[in-house]
């Protein structure tokens, strides 16, 4: 089975600071794990995917997130948060050991504040 | 302008009535995908095709029936619609090849059930 966790529903950051937006998961085997972004009446966009190699992914827009396997993490971080960073953000997960496709969490909604 | 669309993107139907979602992609990926969002859960899969005339069941498949006759067209039925049916849904692709790859999603159709 595959599962991801996002365990803050709102997360509120000064425009200017960093961010950091938590996500887990849970597969049996090597994880594909993809963070993407939903802006106000919009379908999803992709920001980053960590597939294999280096811990430390970098996207879209200045984002990043880094792979801990043995926290089972994939943070959303950004150094600078800025207003038009406020969003939807959705963590996913696949575990390319089985049939099964993208499984999503339930998302962080970000909001920076000026 | 090449991408993926979703018709309609508003609509309102009562109890029982036969309600259809069309998705329509410009790429020629070979993967598409019906998702419903819903608050506190996120994304939930309720279909997806592999290919034309290949399609399968996602996490909340009932009440719901969809085809794949072209390659390009990926309509979501829902054959009696319920009030729980009311969500919003997103239909998404992506290419052939290893499953590495990320979604791109239309802009949603919001469906009230009344």
């Known amino acids: 089975a595959q599962s991801v966790a996002q365990p803050e529903d709102q997360v509120n950051v000064a425009e200017g600071n960093p961010l950091t937006v938590k996500c887990t998961y849970s597969?049996?085997?090597?994880?594909?794990l993809f963070w993407y972004v939903q802006y106000p009446n919009r379908g999803l966009q992709f920001l980053l995917k960590?597939?294999?190699?280096?811990?430390l992914v970098k996207g879209s827009y200045g984002f990043e997130a880094e792979f801990n396997k043995s926290q089972t993490s994939f943070h959303l971080k950004k150094p600078s948060a800025l207003v038009s960073d406020s969003a939807l953000y959705f963590c996913?997960?696949?575990?390319?050991?089985?049939?099964?496709?993208?499984?999503f969490g339930s998302g962080t909604q970000l909001t920076v504040l000026p | 302008d090449a991408g993926i669309t979703q018709s309609p993107r508003y609509k309102i139907t009562e109890t029982g009535r036969q309600v259809t979602l069309m998705c329509h992609q410009t790429?020629?990926?070979?993967?598409m995908f019906w998702y419903r969002q819903d608050l506190g859960h996120g994304l939930r899969l309720i279909y997806y095709?592999?290919?034309?005339?290949?399609?399968d069941k996602g996490e909340v498949p009932d009440g719901y029936v969809v085809s794949r006759s072209k390659t390009e067209n990926f309509p979501l039925t829902l054959e009696s619609a319920t009030r729980s049916q009311t969500s919003v849904y997103f239909c998404?692709?992506?290419?052939?090849?290893?499953?590495?790859?990320?979604?791109?999603f239309g802009e949603g159709s919001r469906l009230t059930v009344l």
């Open positions: 998404a692709s992506r290419g052939q090849g290893p499953n590495t790859g990320e979604l791109f």
């Open positions: 597969v049996s085997g090597n994880p594909y």
């Open positions: 960590y597939i294999t190699g280096d811990n």
């Open positions: 996913a997960v696949r575990d390319p050991g089985s049939a099964r496709q993208l499984t």
């Open positions: 790429w020629s990926h070979s993967y």
């Open positions: 095709s592999a290919a034309a005339d290949i399609t």
